[in-house]
């Protein structure tokens, strides 16, 4: 099965996914498993709470809001969660503070995971990518053994809503209010029949533009600081209908004629964004008879059949936020600055006029629900980074933004000059920007994006 361009970039190889020992550790839980609820169906049949399944690393800034917000929306009361393994920070004083409202566990992954001997030898990323999956497939099967419901698979700084403009034949109350407890669930109970077993679910980039105070504070309790929360602050989604550029690759590497055929057409900026998934448990009978192969889009791949949704086919929306610089970097990245930096600016680029600025009501609710008192308690800290021992020291100053245009004018430094082809990985590429102290972003002629390759990487070459 063919993996899309962001699968591959976010999910590593099929194979390398794949290449886990067999016998791994059964799962151990630790002692924060909380208040467990038992039945999980109302009288009418229908699910009355919601699961997940998070992989978290020094992300309690992001946290705080994400539990709070999910079990507000989809009624999320049974939360699988599991540090990465680089993490500095537990998450465990986040998760004390709900002790008596749902169930958590808190997993470990040495308890669960023993990589493979070939994994051992993959670069951090990539192992980073195998425990995501290996996560998810476990975290699946123990959900479905509790005869659990629907599950979400969503990242921490990713928030699932209705579709405010969903309309499609045969579905009604598309609309529910999202200051009303367990919209996202009334939705998935009401027309459980009609949708997918694993739903795939529409992802849009939200853009580190900040509204305007009067506008994020508009019905929202005035305890609620508006410039801590993702889902007040940033109401911006990104215009993927902005400067459309495209790079076109020749068939014949050596092919000067003007009017030569062109095998491929990559965009220049990471366009649409691959799904994210909620999956009916109750819809599977056997989870042992699946291959529980996946990704972090398609974590089922047997059951997830769809990399990509249109926001007009999709009743529930993902909002992918973008924070501020400060939060972004906040945390070692084997990556580098450049990357990091890189990617700020590619997700920061055409914001479209204020979208979905509903969001933030779900402030309102939830302090209608459990009141102001336990609204306060719950939401303590969100948005504020912690520090921790042997944190780097983050460059707080945003990187000046890379050069998209060729400027032969450039410092000496600079080999070489956007729009050069060039040779990486034994492909044919372009030089799409300059990320200085020569680092470059490519593409190549396969659609792939290389964000910081450095110039020891590539080889010139001439066409």
Known sequence: MNLSTEEKMNSGSSDKSDAIEKGQKSVSVSENVLLDYDPTLTNDGNIDYASACLIVMDDNHFLIEWIAYHYHVINLRHLVIIPDPSSKISPQRVIDRWKDLMTIELWNFTDIYTPSKKAQNYSENTKRQVRQNFFNRKCIEHLKEKDRGWVFVVDVDEFVLLHPNFKKKGFKNTSLPIN?????????????????????????????????????????????????????????????????????????????????????????????????????????????????????????????????????????VVNHYLPTWEQWNYRDDIRGVHLRALKFHLFSMYPSKEKGAGVRLWAQGFNMSVGETEALRLLDGVGQLESYSGQHNPRNVLPHMPNFYRNETTNGEQIYQVGDWVNVNHSLAKIVAYQSNNHYYVITNTCEYHYDVAQERIQNITI
Do not use: W
């Open 180 to 316: 009303e407890p367990g919209s996202v669930l009334s939705f998935l109970n009401q027309h459980s029949s009609k949708l997918a077993t694993c739903l795939p679910m529409h992802r849009r980039q939200i853009t580190s533009k900040e509204s305007s105070q009067a506008v994020r504070e508009d019905n929202v309790p005035k305890f609620v600081n508006t410039s801590n929360l993702l889902t007040t602050r940033f109401l911006f989604q990104r215009d993927y209908g902005g400067e459309k550029r495209y790079i076109q690759f020749p068939k014949d590497v050596n092919a000067k004629k003007k009017g030569a055929k062109f095998a491929k057409k990559c965009g220049i900026y990471r366009g649409r964004l691959a799904v994210k998934v909620v999956i009916n448990l109750k819809q599977i009978h056997n989870i042992k008879t699946l291959n529980l192969h996946g990704t972090p889009h398609r974590p089922i791949m047997s059951l997830c059949t769809k990399t990509y949704i249109s926001s007009k086919n999709s009743p529930l």
